[in-house]
T-cell receptor, first 121, second 112 residues
């Protein structure tokens, strides 16, 4: 259980194009999903917290108009990198926390997707 | 906000030796401390976690200890094996929210 998928796993695009990355919780519902960025040999940097049915909460320094997040359902969140540039090349990973039976998320455990390697030429 | 420091950044051991990775945190309200293992190009995998009402937790060759007074927690791996080689991240969070603050990671290399 607690499987999170991401699509695509790898994408190469030209500078100026937009790229959409999907994050799905396959066997559980998640009110909250998280988007991270990871540079080579570096830690996970939280970009934003995605809340189903409401606007995402962005971390300081992350441009919300650059990284559009949509959380349309309890099992799907998308990250769109708009007008991508070479400096946006990175490993993007999402995670999700299972929704507790009571209807509120009381778990801290986060289950990670396999990541998306974005290369902008 | 929370700040998590992790040491060492790299750790090389011989197969069979023990490995210890240490983390400190700044927010005394944090009460959940997971450890993740990430192999190259793959997703982080939760290997063990501990909550603030427990001082130590063990799962086979892996153990985690927590000292709330000193605000530090450690990962202990005994009888290391080459397949333990990976990057290990500690993290901390406050129970009410799920946001995790990660340490910078420790690259563990276990030599046969």
């Amino acid at each position: 259980g607690a499987v999170v998928s991401q699509h695509p796993s790898r994408v190469i695009c030209k500078s100026g194009t937009s790229v959409k990355i999907e994050c799905r919780s396959l066997d559980f519902q998640a009110t909250t999903m998280f988007w991270y960025r990871q540079f080579p040999k570096k830690s996970l940097m939280l970009m934003a917290t995605s809340n189903e049915g409401s606007k995402a909460t962005y971390e300081q320094g992350v441009e919300k108009d650059k990284f559009l997040i949509n959380h349309a359902s309890l099992t799907l969140s998308t990250l769109t990198v708009t007008s991508a540039h070479p400096e946006d090349s990175s490993f993007y990973i999402c995670s999700a926390s299972p929704l507790a039976p009571s209807g509120t998320s009381t778990y801290n455990e986060q289950f990670f997707g396999p990541g998306t390697r974005l290369t902008v030429l | 906000g929370e700040n998590v420091e992790q040491h060492p950044s790299t750790l090389s051991v011989q197969e069979g030796d023990s490995a210890v990775i240490k983390c400190t945190y700044s927010d005394s309200a944090s009460n959940y401390f997971p450890w993740y293992k990430q192999e190259l190009g793959k997703r982080p995998q939760l290997i063990i976690d501990i909550r603030s009402n427990v001082g130590e937790k063990k799962d086979q060759r892996i153990a985690v200890t927590l000292n709330k007074t000193a605000k530090h927690f450690s990962l202990h791996i005994t009888e290391t094996q080459p397949e333990d080689s990976a990057v290990y991240f500690c993290a901390a969070s406050i129970d009410r929210g799920s946001t995790l603050t990660f340490g910078k990671g420790t690259m563990l290399l276990v030599s046969p």
